[in-house]
């Protein structure tokens, strides 16, 4: 599984973990989900979300009035608000320091 990807699913299945979803509602979830090619690709990203150290879902979003396109895909603009923790340390920092994305909620 290409790493975006796995950071993209971490970060979606992030927030069915914080509404209170179990493990195993969360594996019956991934199975169905057509990017998660393999069982070993899903108990990756359930290790991903239970471990101490996984980003938290919204410690990264885009500064007030501020909007940007993704890198990867140009049809997509990021807007104010926006949660973009999945996003590498690099982009992150480079972001923060053009003003585009601020740390915290």
């Known amino acids: 599984m290409h790493h975006a990807t796995k950071k993209a699913l971490i970060s979606k299945y ?3 973990l914080a509404a ?3 493990l ?3 594996r019956t979830a991934l ?3 057509e ?3 393999s069982k070993e690709d899903a108990e990756d ?3 991903s979300l239970e471990a101490p150290d996984a980003p938290e879902k919204g410690t990264f979003t885009v500064a007030p009035g501020k909007s940007f396109r993704d890198v990867n895909d ?3 603009v990021w807007e104010a ?3 973009v923790a999945h996003f590498s340390e690099s982009r992150l920092e480079g972001l923060i320091e053009a003003g585009l994305v601020k740390k915290g909620k």
Do not use: F, P, Q, R
Request: glycine fraction near 12%.
């Open 14 to 16: 992030s927030d069915l």
């Open 20 to 22: 209170g979803a179990t």
């Open 24 to 26: 195993n509602e969360l």
């Open 31 to 33: 199975d169905n989900e």
């Open 35 to 37: 990017k998660v090619e």
């Open 45 to 47: 990203i359930i290790a």
């Open 74 to 76: 140009y049809g997509k």
């Open 81 to 83: 608000g926006d949660d």
